[in-house]
């Protein structure tokens, strides 16, 4: 998730935190020059220091601590329980109540140790594997292999871990012949069309998935002792918070880089979850976003290069599967998906340049029962420091809101949909185009007072009915504009469950700026939160998110999603409210209204009964190894989706169009011109956007009693006259 760290560049706080770091560290100077083991215990001092130092919530280093560090790193080094054998473990675990003692002592006996193994165990399984793919593989006989890798026990002897070998392999290449025999059965040209046997088939399997593996091990042995150094220092920092991250110096130049938003690939953003690695996001006019195949929740289970046979990346590390989907313009790569239903697709993508035009706010309109509304979508709260002349999302909304002003809407529709965040001062700014001046967030630093971050221009942009929507992946900066609508009872919340959660604030510090004389090389960098954000009134949003005044089902509404699935989450809380005034407005009949709507509406029953129904899969992780039991079981799951594909079918006949001055552009921009069309598109077919359109609708109805900021502003007007 994108993370709100610009206003800690105006912050004097947290200036002086660093100030504070920098004195603290002035020990740590180098008095001659460093080996690779110095260099190693110079991060631990060094982070351990600033954690403490800086973190807004230090942990104790205790043998708590230490277990928790310890399973998350095993967990990090072996996912799928594919090369540790339980006495490694149990040699392990002597270390399980140490790693508090060692970082202390600087002690690298544990990282050596298990760096060693890792290697030998890695070597071992490839030999293992090149064995038993050597030979045809029995797929008659009625085995199963469970895919609950966390829970599954360690290997008990050598014998054990290649039985487990045996049956990834079998499950890989059943998998590799359901999704060949998939492409054949496709073929419409029956005159081109090649049957291959079962057996011509399995023997391709095992030869592309032994090609998987050697290119994945390849890309393993490219990894460095400083890159699993690095998973062991991320194993320990992120026991503070999942926002607080190790960066190497290879990993901050890419950090960098993602800052600048500048990039050729498929425009999509991913996170690393138990499961494997999950599309957290598509970018807006990218090219995943284009090919409208890769969604949200989509697990990638194998990544391949044009026409070559894909590589299974189960176990690989994130940066390193970023890499394999990265690259050039024209170029294509294919992914092979798990989608949420449990379904495999391989969608395929032509990598372009990401559109960072399409990251900016952007408006329509569409007449409703003879109303006209108007719907602004924002991406993120983006901000550029360095130039203050360039857009930014205040400006931009601003400017949308009087275009869509003087179109004369009855209402406005404010999509937060996806949003991750950005700007803290850039979101205070935006609220206040919605309200009158007073306070908006609350800011708390570790063992600080709350500091109050108010709009302070009285003018009101936006006085009209307003809605906002949000969804599991509204975020941070997002999260705290529906909350400050939702004190203000300045507009109604409409989405899933809560948003995401993230009530906590970063900062990025540069490593090498606290070390004087510095012979190490570059040391990196450490993201860590330093802040939490609150409500005005009072509560944080960590955890619990915003939650929405009317929900509407979705796919995740049975699932623990957002910053509840991070087991080291800060947690919630709550300080003082801030001093504010609600608005006199009663919302009850609008939403009595649109929840009747929503129960009685087929299409999120329908939504409804598909969420149940991946939930009640997930538990689900026996996936049978006897190939017609496998082929028996993916022909249920097809028939079982079948009935939620109509879903895809549903169309509200309302038409939205572009404002008068894009009009113009897009007579002339054909690429602008299909990205806007492409959007209209989708918000024909979305269900979420009709109910919210109808509670629009339902607040322009004069029965509803909706007394908004005229009356304030018109006294503030009569005080402002009285005083000259």
């Not at 490694?88 to 140790?113: P, Q, V, W």
């Not at 690095?230 to 503070?240: A, C, G, H, K, R």
């Amino acid at each position: 998730m994108k993370n709100i760290i610009e206003f800690m560049k105006r912050n004097y706080k947290i200036l002086l935190l660093v100030g504070i770091l920098s004195a603290g560290l002035w020990s740590f100077i180098p008095t001659q020059k460093a080996s690779g083991d110095d260099k190693d215990k110079m991060l631990i001092e060094l982070l351990s220091f600033v954690l403490e130092k800086g973190h807004f919530s230090p942990i104790e280093l205790n043998d708590t601590f230490s277990k928790k560090a310890y399973a998350s790193y095993i967990q990090s080094l072996d996912p799928t329980k594919r090369y540790f054998l339980q006495s490694d473990i149990d040699e392990f675990s002597k270390y399980e109540n140490s790693i508090d003692d060692m970082i202390r002592s600087k002690d690298l006996t544990f990282f050596d140790l298990t760096y060693k193994r890792l290697m030998q165990r890695m070597n071992e399984a490839k030999v293992i594997y090149t064995n038993i793919l050597a030979k045809p593989l029995n797929l008659s006989d009625e085995e199963s292999i469970n895919v609950d890798y966390e829970k599954l026990p360690y290997a008990a002897s050598k014998n054990d871990l290649e039985q487990r070998w045996r049956k990834q392999l079998e499950f890989a290449v059943l998998s590799d012949i359901t999704d060949k025999e998939e492409i054949q059965d496709a073929e419409k040209d029956e005159t081109k069309k090649v049957i291959k046997s079962f057996e011509e088939l399995e023997q391709k399997a095992r030869k592309t998935t032994e090609s998987n593996l050697n290119n994945n091990f390849g890309f393993i042995a490219e990894l460095t002792r400083e890159d699993w150094f690095s998973i062991y220092l991320n194993s320990i920092v992120t026991q503070y918070d999942p926002h607080t991250y190790y960066f190497s110096p290879e990993d901050k130049e890419k950090f960098d880089v993602s800052m600048s938003g500048k990039f050729e690939g498929i425009g999509a953003r991913l996170q690393k979850k138990n499961e494997g690695i999950e599309v957290s996001e598509l970018i807006s006019g990218g090219p995943a976003w284009r090919g409208k195949l890769l969604e949200q929740g989509d697990i990638i289970i194998k990544v391949g290069q044009g026409n070559e046979e894909p590589i299974d990346i189960s176990g690989m590390r994130l940066d390193d599967v970023i890499k394999k989907i990265k690259g050039p313009k024209g170029t294509l790569v294919k992914l092979t998906v798990k989608k949420v239903d449990g379904s495999v697709k391989v969608v395929p993508i032509m990598r372009d340049e990401v559109e960072t035009e399409e990251t900016f706010a952007k408006s329509t309109v569409v007449n409703k029962d003879g109303k006209l509304f108007g719907v602004i979508y924002l991406p993120k709260f983006y901000q550029t420091f360095e130039n203050r002349a360039n857009r930014d999302a205040y400006k931009d909304v601003a400017l949308e809101i009087e275009r869509l002003k003087a179109m004369n809407v009855e209402g406005i529709v404010m999509d937060l949909r996806d949003n991750g965040g950005g700007s803290l001062e850039t979101v205070v700014k935006m609220t206040g185009l919605f309200i009158d001046k007073g306070p908006v967030v609350q800011v708390k630093p570790a063992g600080g007072k709350a500091q109050v971050l108010p709009d302070t221009d009285a003018k009101v942009q936006w006085e009209g009915p307003l809605v906002v929507m949000i969804n599991n992946y509204s975020a941070s900066a997002s999260e705290i504009f529906a909350a400050a609508i939702q004190d203000y009872k300045r507009g109604i919340i409409i989405g899933s469950k809560q948003s995401y959660g993230k009530g906590t604030v970063q900062n990025v510090f540069e490593l090498n700026e606290f070390v004087r004389g510095n012979q190490y090389g570059d040391l990196g960098a450490l993201k860590t939160t330093t802040q939490k954000f609150y409500r005005i009134n009072g509560g944080s949003t960590q955890l619990e998110g915003v939650k929405s005044d009317i929900v509407m089902p979705d796919r995740f509404s049975f699932m623990e999603t957002g910053e509840k699935d991070e087991k080291s989450a800060l947690p919630w809380d709550k300080i003082a409210p801030a001093d504010y005034q609600p608005l006199s407005v009663n919302y009850d009949k609008v939403i009595a209204n649109s929840k009747s709507r929503i129960a009685n509406n087929e299409n999120f029953n329908l939504i409804t009964e598909n969420a149940k129904w991946i939930n009640d899969r997930k538990e689900d992780n026996s996936i049978s190894l006897n190939y017609a039991t496998y082929k028996k079981e993916l022909a249920e799951i097809a028939e079982q989706t079948k009935k939620f594909k109509n879903l895809e079918k549903y169309k509200n006949n309302l038409t939205f169009t572009s404002l008068p001055y894009e009009l113009e552009i897009m007579a002339k921009d054909e690429l602008l011109k299909e990205k806007r069309e492409r959007w209209h598109e989708e918000l024909s077919k979305d269900v979420y956007m009709t109910e919210t359109l109808n509670v629009l609708s339902d607040l322009t109805n004069k029965d509803i009693k909706t007394t908004l900021v005229k009356t304030k502003k018109a006294k503030k007007g009569k005080e402002k006259l009285a005083s000259k």
